[in-house]
Nanobody, 117 residues
Framework: QVQLVESGGGLVQPGGSLRLSCAAS????????MGWYRQTPGKERELVAN???????KYSESVKGRFTISRNNVKNMVYLQMNSLKPEDTAVYYC???????????WGQGTQVTVSS
């Protein structure tokens, strides 16, 4: 069974930065489509960014130019560098893995990101 464990969330002021990390329990990072989603209360979970096995990336319009997704195949890790954070980025962020594009097979437990002064 695959496990995804996120870390790196927390409280940050507007304009600040955070880096989220996702550790996979087995070597799927190089093979699967890895992604980050986020969810706020009362709203559906939405795609933030994903990265394919060929390093093609996709970002939501709201984070383009501010967030960067990357991965380390040797360490089985996926990262989300978040810069110029805004209060509207406040959410629970989830790591995802899927064998096919935008079909999610596994979810992490989520990590809270709060952007507030």
């Amino acid at each position: 069974q695959v496990q995804l464990v996120e870390s790196g969330g927390g409280l940050v002021q507007p304009g600040g930065s955070l880096r989220l990390s996702c550790a996979a329990s087995i070597a799927i990072v190089r093979l699967y489509v890895m992604g980050w989603y986020r969810q706020t209360p009362g709203k559906e979970r939405e795609l933030v960014a994903n990265i394919t096995s060929s390093d093609t990336t996709k970002y939501s319009e709201s984070v383009k130019g501010r967030f960067t997704i990357s991965r380390n195949n040797v360490k089985n890790m996926v990262y989300l560098q978040m810069n110029s954070l805004k209060p509207e980025d406040t959410a629970v962020y989830y790591c995802s893995a899927g064998r096919f594009y935008e079909v999610i097979d596994y979810w992490g437990q989520g990590t809270q990101v709060t952007v507030s002064s």
